[in-house]
């Protein structure tokens, strides 16, 4: 079966500018989340959507915002962009088992804001 | 915020010998997980250990938890090259409401020299 997968891999974008992240949940998964993982960190939480509702969200800025599609793929927008926004932005999918869920991350989307 | 710390931030040891990750966290949780990390990509999710268990093994990892302490740690046993990434615990939060984020720490950078 094909793992959480992300796109782009990487991308450069300007101060100021938009981007839109895409992730695909393994097949099944209802539920997907996003993390942000600045440089020499542990990644934070950002959102988690499920059945195409947001669950919950982190401590980040109105400039950040998601959606989930019928299909359960999902995207992460970032308005704009500062320099403080380059990370790794990291997807992770979830099947709800024994009362928690099982998170399956993707390989991540390296976004550098310049 | 990150509600996990890792000790040591960093680990170098000799191919075979064991390596000892230890990670504080602050509030009360659900359940503790440790995640690999090779070169700043997706996570790999090791082990998960519940709040009222105190051990878990799987393969040449034992983890531990002590809720009174709120702290865990990981044993790797007869390392290898391979081992070398970065190390992460997470607590995890299942709120009433269906909302799950995972908290993570800054990780355990480890190195097994062969």
């Known amino acids: 079966d094909a793992g959480v997968t992300q796109s782009p891999t990487h991308l450069i974008k300007t101060r100021g500018q938009h981007v839109t992240l895409r992730c695909s949940p393994i097949s099944g998964h209802k539920s997907v989340s996003w993390y942000q993982q600045v440089l020499g960190q542990g990644p934070q939480f950002i959102f988690q959507y499920y059945e195409k509702e947001e669950r919950g969200r982190g401590n980040f800025p109105d400039r950040f915002s998601a959606r989930q599609f019928p299909n359960y793929s999902s995207e992460l927008n970032v308005n704009a962009l500062l320099l403080g926004d380059s990370a790794l932005y990291l997807c992770a999918s979830s099947l709800f088992w024994g009362g928690t869920y099982e998170q399956y991350f993707g390989p991540g989307t390296r976004l550098t804001v310049t | ?114």
């Open chain 2, 1 to 114: 915020s990150q509600q996990g710390e890792e000790d040591p931030q960093a680990l170098s040891i000799q191919e075979g010998e064991n390596a000892t990750m230890n990670c504080s966290y602050k509030t009360s949780i659900n359940n503790l997980q440790w995640y690999r990390q090779n070169s700043g990509r997706g996570l790999v999710h090791l082990i998960l250990i519940r709040s009222n268990e105190r051990e878990k093994h799987s393969g040449r990892l034992r983890v531990t938890l002590d809720t009174s302490k709120k702290s865990s740690s990981l044993l790797i046993t007869a390392s290898r090259a391979a081992d070398t990434a970065s190390y992460f615990c997470a607590t995890d939060f299942l709120s009433g409401a269906g909302s799950y984020q995972l908290t993570f720490g800054k990780g355990t950078k480890l190195s097994v020299i062969p």
